[in-house]
């Protein structure tokens, strides 16, 4: 299958899931999402990871950011799994997992990692927007634990430059200052940036960031 590129429309799938049986786009709604892929069960590693987000689910809910799993296994594992979770990050699921035995999701986002085995998945994180767009990919190996400050980093940063014509610098962080797009004019500039911008380079316009 094609490559799942920046700008394409996410594939629409059913699923179920620990919250019960979903069809992505309607579950999505208008909101920003977050689907994350792991290997199988029991996986250490994700174990941590999955733990993360549960801790860190009400910065995403602020953000109105929905976050979904995704696990290459039965439903039938995946309670036990979660109550592995529990026990080892002290955190309790509440965002639904796939239970994607049938590799049908797993297919639909060629995250079926071709060079290692046919049941093992790429750990992906894909963040999508209300238009069912996606924004970002992320592929990380099996011995690196994913960065979900860096994910919620670039949400931030996602969310920002949809409603603004800036764009963030390296290692931005939210009310860091920000850069002007080049496609917009010093004329068309001051009308939204009435207070003003540094000029570094003619084509590097640092500006505080919108709304801080």
Not at 11 to 17: G, I, K, V, Y
Request: glycine letters at 8%; aromatic letters at 8%.
């Amino acid at each position: 299958m094609a490559t799942l590129r920046l700008g394409d429309v996410v594939p629409d799938f059913e699923a179920q899931t620990t919250e019960g049986p979903i069809k992505f786009h309607e579950w999505l709604g208008d909101s920003w999402g977050i689907l994350f892929s792991h290997p199988k069960n029991f996986t250490p590693v994700c174990t941590t990871e999955l733990g993360q987000v549960a801790h860190l689910k009400g910065e995403f809910d602020k953000r109105g950011v929905k976050v979904i799993g995704l696990s290459v296994d039965t439903i039938e594992n995946h309670p036990a799994w979660v109550g592995d979770i529990k026990d080892a990050t002290g955190a309790t699921l509440n965002f639904p997992l796939i239970a994607d035995a049938d590799r049908k999701v797993s297919d639909l986002y060629d995250l079926i990692h071709p060079n290692a085995n046919d049941t093992l998945t790429v750990r992906s994180v894909f963040i999508i927007g209300p238009d069912k767009k996606l924004k970002l990919s992320l592929t990380y190996p099996a011995s690196t634990g994913r960065n979900f400050a860096e994910i919620l980093r670039v949400v931030d940063s996602l969310q920002l430059t949809a409603k603004h014509s800036v764009a963030t610098p390296v290692d931005w962080t939210h009310g860091d200052d920000v850069i002007i797009v080049p496609s917009l004019s010093d004329d068309a500039a001051k009308e939204k940036f009435p207070d003003g911008w540094k000029t570094v380079k003619p084509y590097l316009r640092v500006v505080r960031q919108p709304g801080a």
